[in-house]
């Protein structure tokens, strides 16, 4: 494994909990992009959202991108939902996308003991009906963004992860 890999995919659907198994089950560097982010601007991506916007927020994924591309090497990269929309993605490493359906990702953070916590910190997950919207909107994009698909459904993590790391 020389090139960097990315998990992407939905709120929700497990990437930080994958990349803890893999890294469990194939030691390697790890980053998550949503930390990057608010350890570079001292605050939570709530915060973020709240006092500066979306737009503002995406264009610091385009910059961390950026820095992957030309720094970071070897290392399994988990993103933020929308990460996948950043320029020459695939660049960066190999993209893994974690696919499930969304009442199966709308269920499984409702079943997480800290769910409400989960919900808070999403500022683009606080209305059911929007979220499912957002969900259809990119559903062929990540498709698109990715390079290899796994499906998560109905699998535990430790499976997924042996998965990822036999195929990338
Ligand atoms: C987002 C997903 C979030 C976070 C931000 C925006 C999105 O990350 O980056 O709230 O656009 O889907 P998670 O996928 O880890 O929740």
Request: charged residues 35%; without cysteine; aromatic residues 6%.
């Amino acid at each position: 494994m020389a090139k960097n890999i990315i998990l992407i995919g939905f709120m929700g659907v497990g990437k930080g909990s994958i990349a803890r198994e893999i890294v469990k089950q194939h030691p390697m560097v790890a980053l998550d992009t949503d930390d990057v982010i608010e350890s570079m601007e001292n605050r939570k991506i709530k915060k973020i959202f709240e006092e500066e916007g979306e737009a503002y927020f995406r264009a610091i994924e385009q910059h961390v991108a950026e820095w992957l591309e030309s720094d970071v090497r070897n290392t399994l990269i988990s993103t933020g939902g929308g990460f996948f929309k950043v320029k020459n993605l695939k660049k960066i490493g190999t993209v893994v996308l974690l696919h499930a359906d969304f009442d199966t990702i709308h269920r499984r953070i409702l079943a997480h003991p800290n769910a409400e916590k989960k919900l808070k910190k999403r500022p683009l997950f606080q209305d059911e009906a929007r979220a499912r919207a957002l969900y259809d909107e990119r559903e062929k994009h990540y498709m698109k963004a990715a390079d290899i698909v796994i499906d998560v459904e109905g699998k535990s993590p430790e499976k997924i992860a042996k998965e990822i790391i036999k195929k990338v």
